[in-house]
């Protein structure tokens, strides 16, 4: 498809439509004592031209599905989007403007997806945005390989990112700029914004490397344009011969000037991240021939001139809608189903087929298990599409007949292969679950969960349906040894607002844990599974009146329901726990044991249900967890003790680990029974 030839000459009209950006950004951040007003600055002529001329979007709806994706990764530059979408009409006001920064605003410090009407993601953390758009553009042509049809392209639309020197420079860009050239993803483009200065200074203090031939070396398109302050026609140019490159990802490196127009800060890192100064805003509208006052002045012929996006995008969207009603005539199914997509309603009848797993089938380790839920999930579940960080085969999350995702492959694949690439997969991530229409899912070893966190915490920032498969969870991975050997991972996964984190103690847990996964539509969810086989756990306890939904349920209990010990677990420590048990009874003590695969569900339960399950009458508790133990005071109180492993693990087959490292039904009877001699008024032994 060519993109539409446009006439821009240096008109008064767009000088002073980028001036009004330029100010409005200076003005904002002089007014709130704090932002970035130079990246803004410099940008103004790109991103005007973009907005007024290249990217379809409709400001009056800011979710329709046809629309090009805008992501400003260089987040910082927030002041330069709100300009764009106050002026070109979204619901986001002058006052809104003014309010940059403060508390309650629509205008945060950073953009925030689902705070800001027209804001596609959440930036700021450098280089995060890239991997967003690579995320998008590949969930992008996922939905064209579904939906579109001989003379029905429903999907059309372009991905653009706005990159800084920052975002050149993080690894998650090299990550993620690679898989992009890879798949040749001519959906998207990026423009860097070469001002060859970041906080610090020049980017000669850090960075003087080729990015046109890196990029180039990636497998992407490349261009520059020498002048990006004033030569909009080379600009123009430039993103129209984007546009229409369709084979492969287009970088256009556009040479601006950072504080552009500000006479003594222009080209310094002083335009950065600071107001320029009442004095040099003044100076700057001076020499830019901009009024000095009022502030946050939008001339109305400017207003007339952004707001002609409105009228734009309206009738844009009519058009894809009859393109859309026509697809709909001669698709009838598929347009159902791009409808309950984009709507994140998952198929009727979704959960059929999902397995139980019967005792007598014998033990299995929860990665299996998982894959082979998934595989009965993904039967029902098209949008169900991901990957692993080239641990398929380990962490079993090969969809069966699901097709590959290559550049070369027959259309539909749904088997993403990130490489060796954990950081750049879970931006990735987060990039498709914001498109819409897919449910991303991304295994490694829960070790290497740390190789992607700050994904994560954008995935439960931005409340993204993002699916983590997480597995080799414990010291019980053996022989790999401490490298290999996650301690601390579930506390500090755990210590993230809005990540759901499951452990679950068997196949029937690691079901269950894959219903609450799809079914949660406000954030992530991290599935943590073992390598080792684990007793299966009878499915009527599992499951008897949804209990394990709650979070955290009784799986054992002494007939009159009055344990002197309750024993809490979670994953694979459940069957130590439930060792324990038998044990103590033996001795004549009686112990509930309490599965927890899920603390986040259970804080969510009613007080009653939380107490049921944790009478506060028994305050003799034992926490069975191999990792760290730090949190698990709340669930055994001052009087309780945890059985964990606060070092790193060691080189050995996983039974004697276990067992020099204390998690061993022996050492949680040992445990009670000190706590219970300590509660009952003796002593520890
Ligand atoms: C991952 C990450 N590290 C550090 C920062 C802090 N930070 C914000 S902007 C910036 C660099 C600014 O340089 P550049 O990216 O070139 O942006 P410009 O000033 O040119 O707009 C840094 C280090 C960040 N936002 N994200
Ligand atoms: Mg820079």
Redo the contacts with the bound molecule.
Sequence with gaps: MKTMEVTVGNDALALRAINTIRFLAADAVQKAKSG?P??PM??APLAYLLWTKYLRYNPGNPDWAGRDRFVLS????SMLLYSLLHLTGYDLTLDDLRQFRQWGSRTPG?PEAGHTPGVEVTT?????GLGNAVGMAMASRLLAHRFNRPGHEIVSHRVVAL????????G?ASEVASLAGFHRLGNLVAFY?D??????GS?DLAFREDTAGRFRAYGWNVSTVADGNTDLAGMSAAIRSAFDERERPTLVIVRTS?GYGSPNKQDT?G???APLGEDEVALAKERLGWPGAPAFLVPDDVLAHFREALARGEKAEKEWRMKFAAYGAAFPSLALEWERRMWGDLPEGWEEGIPTFAPEGGAAATRSASGKVLNAIAANVPELSGGSADLAPSTETIIKGGGEFLPDAEPGGRNVHFGVREHGMGAILNGMARLGGVIPYGATFLIFSDYMR?SIRLAALMGCRVIYVLTHDSVGVGEDGPTHQPVEHLAALRAMPNLYVVRPADANETAAAWRMALERTTGPTALVLTRQKLPVLPPEKVFRDGRVYRGAYVLEDPADGRPDVLLIASGSEVSVALGARKLLSEDGVSARVVSMPCRERFEEQEAAYREAVLPPAVPARVSVEAGATIGWERYVGDRGASVGIDRFGASAPAERIFRELGITAEAVRDRAKSVLAEIRGGVRT
């Design positions: 970035h130079g990246t410099g940008l260089c987040g910082h530059a950073h700021g953390p450098l280089g995060q990159c800084s020197d920052g975002d050149m420079m993080e998650v914004d001002n060859r200065i970041t906080i610090e980017t950072i890192a335009a950065h991240g700050p």
